[in-house]
């Protein structure tokens, strides 16, 4: 195992002022292995930890007023300058970043190092985003309360990409979206449940012919779900 997967671990050090959320969710499933086994070397840290206020405070009001508040510089720059090494990539997870996609994730699984910011309140100081903030991502067109799960979400989506982590049972190449068209539907056993039957086709063991009602299927429904994936670029 080790040789066959012999690179070095990626780092990934999440910000977060709720480490216990991101915990939660990714000692779980295939990615909570990768960490336990150091495939992955993943630590959830509390921005509170490095803030010098003597309450620990991480936020403060916006200047030219307005609603809420916002991450304040001092605990952000001290955490990732303290965390960062020479080649790592610092990512604010925010609604207005760069869509998140599997191209992205493949990319970023070749960094040695992934330094995720996660916002709350109303986002953070602009200052750190301009000195520090290499990459700035989102997870789609939708305003979460914090950038926790965003930042969940591209640890599975980035980890999942990185060799050894998924076993075979868990393969990357029935992804949807890496051949650009939307996954086939599949069924398994048995053949008729409750009086629902599964395409005869599959049945049939005739292999060219259920690689041809796969394809057909696939196209279906990308015309009708996903349109946009079938211009070409
Ligand atoms: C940065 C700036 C990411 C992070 C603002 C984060 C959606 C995504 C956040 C905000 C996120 C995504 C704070 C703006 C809460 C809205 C009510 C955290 N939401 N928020 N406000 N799509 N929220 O990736």
Redesign the pocket.
């Known amino acids: 195992m080790v040789i066959l997967f012999n690179r070095m671990a990626v780092r990934i050090d999440l910000i977060t002022l709720f480490p216990a959320m991101a915990n939660g969710f990714l000692q779980e499933s295939v990615i909570g292995r990768a960490i336990e086994t150091g495939l992955i070397q993943f630590k959830a840290h509390n921005l509170r930890d490095w803030s010098k206020d003597k309450h620990h405070k991480v936020d403060d009001v916006p200047y030219g007023g307005g609603p809420g508040m916002l991450m304040t510089c001092q605990p952000l720059f001290d955490a990732v300058d303290g965390l960062a090494t020479p080649g790592a990539e610092v990512i604010y997870?925010?609604?207005d970043?760069e869509q998140l996609t599997n191209d992205l994730a493949r990319e970023l699984a070749k960094k040695p190092h992934l330094i995720l910011v996660s916002?709350?309140?109303?986002?953070i100081d602009q200052r750190f985003r301009d000195a520090r903030v290499t990459r700035e991502i989102?997870?789609?067109d939708?305003?979460?309360?914090?950038?926790t799960l965003?930042a969940c979400i591209v640890v599975d989506c980035v980890g999942r990409q990185i060799p050894g982590v998924l076993g075979e049972e868990n393969s990357l190449t029935g992804d949807s979206y890496n051949g650009k068209l939307l996954a086939f539907p599949q069924y398994t056993r048995p053949a008729v449940y409750d009086g629902l039957e599964v395409p005869p086709v599959l049945l049939g063991g005739h292999h060219a012919e259920i690689e041809k009602w796969r394809r057909a299927k696939q196209i279906e429904k990308t015309k009708q779900r996903r349109p946009d994936l079938l211009e070409d670029k």
């Open positions: 997870l925010c609604p970043g916002g709350h309140y109303e986002g989102s997870v789609g939708y305003v979460l309360t914090n950038g965003p």
